[in-house]
Structures are given as C-alpha cells and as structure tokens.
C-alpha cells in the first residue's frame, strides 16, 4: 500500500479540506516552505484587487474564483503562522477570534440589544469596536499607512470628518454624482500628469498634514 498523503479533497467539509491542503502545501511544497508573511504581501494585494474586478464586473463564477484565491492566502498565513515557535496560532483561532468578535459587535443579533434600522446597528457595533480599542489614543489609529492613498484619504474624511484639519468645499465645481466625482478625479490625474507631479504622492503628503493637524488638536 502506498505510503504517500493523499488529498483532502474527498472530505464533507470543504473548508477543512482547503485548511488541509495548504497544511500540506507548506509542508512539501519547497516554494511554500520557505515563504514569509512579508513575501505574501505582493499576492495578498494582488488578489484582493482581482476580487474588487470581480465584484465590479458582475460575474459570479468569476468572483467565486477570486474569493477562493483571497481566501488561500488567509489560509497560507496561517499555516505560516502555526510553525512560528514563539507564538503559534493556526486557522482554527482565527476563525475563533472572528467569531468572538462577529458575537460581540452584533449584541442585537446573539444578545438583548434592538436594532432596527442601518443606522442603530451602527451605534452597537462602534460601541463594541471602541471598546475593543481602549488603548488607541487618536481617532486615526488603525487606519494602515500601506492603504493607496485615495482609499486612506476616505477612511481619514470619515474618522475626522467636521475637523479644521480637512477642506470644507471641493476645489471647482461640485460633483452632482458618482459618475462626475470619477470624471473630477481623473481631470486632477490628468493635470498632475501634464504637469510632471505625481497625484499619488500628493494626495499622501496632504494626508500627513491632515493627520499632524488632527492628533496636535487631540493632544490639546
């Protein structure tokens, strides 16, 4: 009888069973056994990317595909995480601290908490979040400095929204839709390219000011 693993595909629980093929990735696999988390980093925002497309595209067997992928690096992650000798952790307490977490943000659903519009869920979960987040010392603290800087620039509007720190009133004519707002932001890259300025790098050193000028007003 051969000796070799077989694959788990054959198993009734298909999570399980993508849990243990990576188990067996990194531990045969001579590629995957000599990948860090920071190697990971490149393929993690790759596929996110590739499942936004899918998302905006509208194709399901595309997007099922692409969760997959997205879902294979949380996976991989963990295995790499499971052979750490100091603190190890594995897939299974990840999804527990989910879990915990999903329970205690949600008190209207697994509790005594009534929530019955968008906006009262809303309250229960910031209220369970902040809990959580005793120790952050600034309303900007969690918000990752590797975001693109559009994307951080929202995040920051919306945490330090009503601050003197931002812009009250767009520069030219206001957006009346979506669509406009894409056209707007576009005409600016266009500008920035013309001129031999970089409208990533711009919109980053503006945020570094907006952070500054917030967390000096924090600080009193």
């Not at 990971?40 to 499942?51: D, F, G, R």
């Not at 509208?58 to 992650?77: I, S």
């Not at 977490?101 to 908490?113: L, S, Y």
């Not at 005409?187 to 917030?214: I, S």
């Amino acid at each position: 009888m051969s000796s070799e693993p077989q694959s788990p595909e054959g198993m009734d629980d298909p999570l399980r069973a993508a849990a243990e093929t990576m188990r067996a990735v990194r531990e045969r696999c001579v590629w995957s056994q000599r990948i860090t988390h920071r190697d990971l980093v490149p393929y993690l925002i790759e596929e996110s990317h590739e499942v936004i497309d899918a998302v905006e595209d509208g194709a399901p067997a595309d997007l099922r595909e692409e969760l997959g992928d997205l879902l294979w690096q949380v996976l991989f992650h963990s295995a790499i995480a499971a052979q750490d000798p100091d603190d190890p952790f594995d897939i299974d307490d990840v999804a527990r601290t989910l879990t915990e977490k999903m329970v205690r943000r949600h008190p209207h659903v697994f509790g005594d908490e009534v929530a019955e519009t968008p906006e009262q869920v809303l309250v229960h979960w910031n209220a369970a979040k902040a809990a959580e987040k005793r120790t952050r010392r600034s309303v900007l603290d969690g918000i990752p400095r590797g975001m693109p800087a559009l994307a951080r620039a929202q995040k920051i509007a919306g945490r330090a929204g009503g601050t003197a720190a931002l812009p009250e009133e767009p520069v030219g004519p206001r957006p009346a839709s979506e669509e406009e707002l894409g056209d707007a932001l576009l005409a600016l890259v266009v500008t920035a390219r013309a001129e031999g300025w970089d409208a990533e790098r711009a919109l980053r050193e503006r945020l570094r000011r907006v952070e500054e000028d917030v967390r000096a007003a924090e600080a009193g």
